[in-house]
T-cell receptor, first 116, second 113 residues
Framework: ETGVTQSPTHLIKTRGQQVTLRCSSQ?????VSWYQQALGQGPQFIFQ???????GRGNFPPRFSGLQFPNYSSELNVNALELDDSALYLC???????????????FGEGSWLTVV | GESVGLHLPTLSVQEGDNSIINCAYS??????FIWYKQESGKGPQFIID?????DKRQGQRVTVLLNKTVKHLSLQIAATQPGDSAVYFC????????????FGKGTMLLVSP
């Protein structure tokens, strides 16, 4: 067990809808990252939050947004869902910040999103 | 863009054999590498990591080798077991100071009893 928990585990949404995914980081970890993993592919970095601020972003459109709360938990929001958004969404937590790359990064089990 | 890739998409071995999974990376500035194991329907599980100032690191039944000259990373699994069957990813972190991972596509390891 990594101590990183995600919810919901599975969900189905209709194209055009909005979705919110949640993540609780491992105790003491102040950095949360979100990744999208399409079937048969490696995870792709969406964005990272450190101390409640976005700390880096991958190649994803603005309809992918997030939040981090004072307890370091995080949400991923996706608006105007498209069929290609169907994927496993992974949350990863670490104890790191600017200049501290290299700390072990642990993943949750993910949220399976199907857009129909 | 920068990427991390794997040479073999599928590796089939017999139980008890040693397995070697290879990975090539293209970002010479990467300073930290991690191997993850991902079983079907689950999130990536940390296996072992290595920093760029090291050539080799050993864990329980696993060894990671790093060759910075040719930008190559390998994961060796000793006495492979059926429970080792999974997709294995190598991932890199650059030296930007942010702990963001770049993954390759993965290698499927199939272990036959």
């Amino acid at each position: 067990e990594t101590g990183v928990t995600q919810s919901p585990t599975h969900l189905i949404k209709t194209r055009g809808q909005q979705v919110t995914l949640r993540c609780s980081s491992q105790s003491g970890h102040n950095t949360v990252s979100w990744y999208q993993q399409a079937l048969g592919q490696g995870p792709q970095f969406i964005f990272q939050y450190y101390r409640e601020e976005e700390n880096g972003r991958g190649n994803f459109p603005p309809r992918f947004s997030g939040l981090q709360f004072p307890n370091y938990s995080s949400e991923l929001n996706v608006n105007a869902l498209e069929l290609d958004d169907s994927a496993l969404y992974l949350c990863a937590s670490s104890l790191a910040g600017r200049g501290l790359s290299g700390n072990t990064i642990y993943f949750g089990e993910g949220s399976w999103l199907t857009v129909v | 863009g920068e990427s991390v890739g794997l040479h073999l998409p599928t590796l089939s071995v017999q139980e008890g054999d040693n397995s070697i999974i290879n990975c090539a990376y293209s970002n010479s500035a990467s300073d930290y590498f991690i191997w993850y194991k991902q079983e079907s329907g689950k999130g990536p599980q940390f296996i072992i990591d290595i920093r760029s100032n090291m050539d080799k690191r050993q864990g329980q039944r696993v060894t990671v080798l790093l060759n910075k000259t040719v930008k190559h990373l390998s994961l060796q699994i000793a006495a492979t077991q059926p429970g080792d069957s999974a997709v294995y990813f190598c991932a890199e972190i650059g030296n930007s100071g942010y702990s963001t991972l770049t993954f390759g596509k993965g290698t499927m390891l199939l272990v036959s009893p």
